[in-house]
Each structure stands twice: as structure tokens, then as C-alpha cells.
């Protein structure tokens, strides 16, 4: 039987702006162009995983301007029933700043994202053949008693520490599949073993212990989201009972594709 992708964390509304190149400190651009669309490491995660064909589940927190983004994932096929709305703070919320290269920098208010407690796995019976996905954008407290809960009942437990914080390595002693990029991976230092960290190497595809997937030529038009989707279609693979090798190479070209288009997500509901 296939496992569910369960995916705790972080939901935000991007505010992306398009520049030619990014400010120098002190300096002022102007944008060519600016959008609203449904961000934060979690939701791209789960929308990801859902995109990649499995059943999922998302908890985390919005605030009364969340509606939308809730629908939004609805849209997407993620089960959002245990996500919990808060009404004296607002949904989590990131501005994202892209230059003609595709490349961005990206600043985080965290909102309900804060009010994350990992009592919303109750109605969850977490079984052996699920993937219980964390990221880094939750309180460390949290992380950690998910991924306690989640490891005594036999699933496989992927994080995604990002953004980076040295401080919450010990959460990292409870995974199965650690992933990283190529900085983050030389931050870790040896916290895990090689096998169970898998590193994205952008252009140069990816590698999981021994194993590698070479990513397709491609010219990116925006790397916003593309290691949130390599993440979400690594849990989904590895949930529907894929291969460590095939759920890699399908992460990869769905990093990839992802790197095509503008943004993490594109609203699929009003």
C-alpha cells in the first residue's frame, strides 16, 4: 500500500518582484514588473508532492487572509483539513526579489507559521510507508517532536533545513533523507551520514549517498521554489514505493521544469 506525503510546515504569500539586477546596500531599483503568489517552504512542498501523484496531507497555520491559499492547495489535490486558522495574526508572508539571471534573495515574516504545534498530527494515524516532510521555516521545538512522533511510528522522516540554523542540528539525528544544496551541505559537515543526505547541485542534477541524477540543459528563467519542488516529488516518490534512483531522477527534471517559469506556485483557485 502507498504511503501519504505529510507535510508540516511553513505557508506564505509571496510578494515577488522582478528586477534586472539586485540593489546594491543603500540603492534603489526599479521592479519590472510585481505578483502575489502562494509561497513558504511547506505549501510549495506539498503542492509539489501532490503535482508528483501523491496522496497529501498539509499542517500547518494561516491567519484570516489565508482562505485563498487554502483553496489554493485544495485545487492542488493537498488535504488541508488539519491546518489551523488563526484570526490575531496574519498568514506568513516573504517578498522575493529575481533578477534577469533567475536568480533571487528572499525576506520571511513568519505569521501563523509560529502558531505551528505538532498536536496536529493527532488525527494523523502515521504508519510505516508514509513521508512526514519538515523544512526549516517552523519553530525548533516543533520540528523536533514531529519528526520524534513521526520516526516511533515507522515513516520515513525527510527535512529540508532550510533556511539554514546551526542551532537545530539535533532534529537532523531523526531523518532518513536529509536535503541540502551544495552551501548548505558544507555547513552540515559531517552532523549526518552520506547516506542519508541528498544533495542538489543545481545545473549539475543531484546526488543521494552514492547515487546521482544529472539535471537537463536548460536556460532558467526563475530559481524561486526549485528545491521546494525537488523536495515535495522526493517525498512523493519515496512514498509511492519508488526507488531511491527513480524518486532522485524525478526530483531532478521536476526541479528543472520547475526552474522554466516564474515563481514557486501560480494560484490555481480565487
Known sequence: MMGRVIVVGSLNIDTVLRVARHP?????????GAESVPGGKGGNQAAAAADAGAETVFIGAVGDDGARYLRHLQACGVDVSGVQRCTDIGTGAAS?????????SIIVVEGANGRVRAAQLDALDLREGDVVSLQFELPDAVNAEVA???????????????????????????????????????????????????????????????????????????????????????????????????????????????????????????
Not at 546594491?24 to 519590472?32: C, D, I, K, M, S
Not at 522575493?96 to 533571487?104: A, F, M
Open 148 to 270: 520524534a512522533r513521526a520516526s516511533r511510528r515507522g515513516a520515513t522522516v525527510l527535512i529540508n533545513p532550510s533556511p539554514w540554523r546551526e542551532s537545530r542540528t539535533d532534529v537532523l539525528a531523526l531523518a532518513d533523507v536529509v536535503i541540502v544544496n551544495e552551501i548548505e551541505a558544507e555547513q552540515l559537515g559531517d552532523v549526518v551520514s552520506a547516506d542519508v543526505l541528498c544533495i542538489t547541485a543545481g545545473g549539475a542534477g543531484a546526488r543521494w549517498g552514492d547515487l546521482s541524477a544529472a539535471a537537463p540543459r536548460i536556460e532558467p528563467v526563475d530559481t524561486t521554489g526549485a528545491g521546494d519542488r525537488f523536495a515535495g516529488t522526493l517525498a512523493a516518490m519515496l512514498a509511492r514505493g519508488s526507488t531511491r534512483q527513480e524518486a532522485l531522477e524525478h526530483a531532478v527534471a521536476a526541479a528543472s521544469e520547475a526552474c522554466l517559469r516564474h515563481g514557486a506556485q501560480q494560484w490555481r483557485s480565487v
Open 96 to 104: 522575493v526579489v529575481v533578477d534577469d539571471r533567475g536568480e533571487n
Open 24 to 32: 546594491r546596500p543603500g540603492e534603489t531599483v526599479h521592479a519590472l
